[in-house]
C-alpha cells in the first residue's frame, strides 16, 4: 500500500499533469469523452484512460524504488514498451517525482501507431512542464527498427546494445493477443531480460486484471523461475502458482486512483468505477534479487491479499499468500489508522499474519 503522505503528492502530481495537458490540448467535455471512452477511442487513452493506468505503476514501482539507489543517482534511464506505452512513463515519471527523485529520466518509448506517438509526445510535454519534477528528455520511436537501442536486428530479432534501468512493458496482450500464451510471454521477457535491462536494473510488466492474462504471466514466471531466473515481486510467488493451477482462482492486484474532478466526471457519465485500477504484473531483475518483506520478528510474519473481502462477524475474511501457502486470514472491521473508518484491503497488500490465540 502507498502511504497516505505520499498518496496525496501523488494526487497534486497527478492533478498538475491534467492541468498541463488541458493546457496543450483542449480536453473533450465529460459527456463526449464519456462516449469516447465506451467507444475505445484513442482520445479516450489520452485524457482518461492513460491518467488512471498510470496508476497500476505505482505499487510495483514502490516496491523496487529502493534497490534502484536514487539518493546516489543523477540520472535514470526508463524504456516504455507495449500498447499502454503512453501511461507508462506518465505512471513512472509521476511516481519519480513523488518519491523526490530530480535528475534526469531519459526515457525510450516504443509506440508504433502514429496517432499513439503523437499523443505520448504531448503527455511528456505536459509532464516536462511540471515544477519540482525531474528533467525529462524522452525519445519516442514509431517502430523497433527506428531506435537504435530497441531496434531488432537479424532473424534472432535479438535487441541491441542500449540497456535501461528501468524496463516497463504495459498490456502487451492487447498489442498481440493471439500470441499472448505463457510460452511466447516468458520468451518476450527472456529476450527484454538479457537484450534490453541493465544487470543492476529491473523489468516491470503490467497487464489487465483478467483471468487469462493472470495466469499467462503466472505460467511465465514459473517457466522463467524454473530456467534459474528470479520474479523479484510479487511475492511470495511459488503458493500463488499452486493456487492459479486450479479452479477459478486467480492473482491480480489493486491500486487506489486520486480522481479528479473532471476524471470522476467521465467516470460516472461513463458508468466506470476508476476509484481502483486491477491489473496483473510481475517485477523481474537480473541480478536474482527477491523483494525482502517486512520482519516482524516474533509478532507474525508478511503475506499478500489475494482475493476481495468476504463479510463475516465484526470484520472480513480474505484469501492470504504466504510462506505456509495460502490461508484464510481475518481482518477486523476498523483498521488501525484509518480513524474509525471500515475499509477493505485492496488487492496485493502486504499484511502481517498472526495467529490466533
Known amino acids: ?6 498518496w ?21 467535455h465529460p459527456d463526449v469523452l464519456s462516449r469516447d471512452v465506451k467507444a475505445g477511442e484513442r482520445r479516450a487513452d489520452l485524457f482518461f484512460r492513460g491518467p488512471t493506468d498510470a496508476a497500476k505503476l505505482w505499487t510495483p514501482l514502490s516496491e ?20 499502454g506505452a503512453g501511461a507508462a512513463i506518465v505512471g513512472a515519471f509521476l511516481h519519480l517525482a513523488s518519491v523526490g527523485f530530480r535528475g534526469r529520466v531519459h526515457a525510450t518509448i516504443l509506440e508504433t501507431d502514429p496517432g499513439r506517438s503523437r499523443d505520448t509526445a504531448v503527455c511528456c510535454n505536459a509532464l516536462s512542464a511540471l515544477p519540482d519534477s ?55 521477457i527472456l529476450r527484454i531480460m538479457e537484450d534490453v535491462v541493465k544487470r543492476t536494473g529491473f523489468l516491470v510488466v503490467i497487464d489487465r486484471a483478467e483471468k487469462s492474462i493472470s495466469r499467462t504471466l503466472v505460467a511465465a514466471g514459473g517457466e522463467l523461475e524454473s530456467e534459474g531466473h528470479r520474479i523479484f515481486a510479487p511475492v511470495p510467488f511459488d503458493p500463488i502458482l499452486a493456487q492459479l493451477s486450479r479452479g477459478h482462482a486467480f492473482s491480480f492486484h489493486s491500486t ?14 461513463a458508468r466506470l468505477d476508476r476509484h481502483e485500477v486491477n491489473y496483473s504484473y510481475l517485477s523481474l531483475s537480473p541480478s536474482r534479487r527477491v523483494l525482502a518483506l517486512p520482519d516482524f520478528g516474533p509478532n507474525g510474519f508478511p503475506g499478500r491479499v489475494m482475493s476481495f473481502p468476504k463479510r463475516v462477524k ?14 484464510v486470514a481475518f481482518a477486523p472491521l ?13 488487492f496485493g497488500t502486504v499484511v502481517r499474519i498472526q495467529e490466533r490465540r
Not at 529502493?66 to 543517482?73: D, K, N, Y
Not at 487506489?256 to 457519465?269: I, N, R
Not at 465484526?314 to 490461508?327: A, D, E, K, L, P
Open 134 to 188: 525531474p528533467a525529462l528528455l524522452a525519445r519516442i520511436s514509431g517502430t523497433p527498427g527506428s531506435h537504435p537501442g530497441l531496434s531488432q536486428g537479424g532473424p534472432s530479432g535479438r535487441f541491441k546494445t542500449e540497456r535501461f534501468d528501468l524496463v516497463v512493458l504495459m498490456d502487451h496482450s492487447a498489442t498481440d493477443p493471439v500470441e499472448n500464451t505463457g510460452k511466447t510471454t516468458s520468451s518476450l
Open 8 to 28: 496525496r503528492v501523488l494526487a497534486d502530481l497527478l492533478a498538475g499533469y491534467e492541468q498541463e495537458l488541458h493546457g496543450l490540448v483542449r480536453a473533450p
Open 256 to 269: 487506489p486512483v486520486p480522481l479528479t474532478p473532471y476524471l470522476q466526471s467521465v467516470a460516472g457519465k
Open 314 to 327: 465484526n470484520g472480513f475474511h480474505y484469501f492470504v499468500s504466504c510462506r505456509v501457502g495460502m490461508i
Open 334 to 346: 476498523m483498521l488501525p489508522g484509518e480513524g474509525g473508518r471500515a475499509r477493505r484491503l485492496p
Open 1 to 6: 500500500m502507498i502511504a497516505a503522505p505520499r
Open 64 to 83: 523496487l524504488t529502493p534497490e534502484l539507489g536514487l539518493q546516489s543517482r543523477k540520472e535514470l534511464h526508463v524504456a516504455c514498451l507495449g500498447r
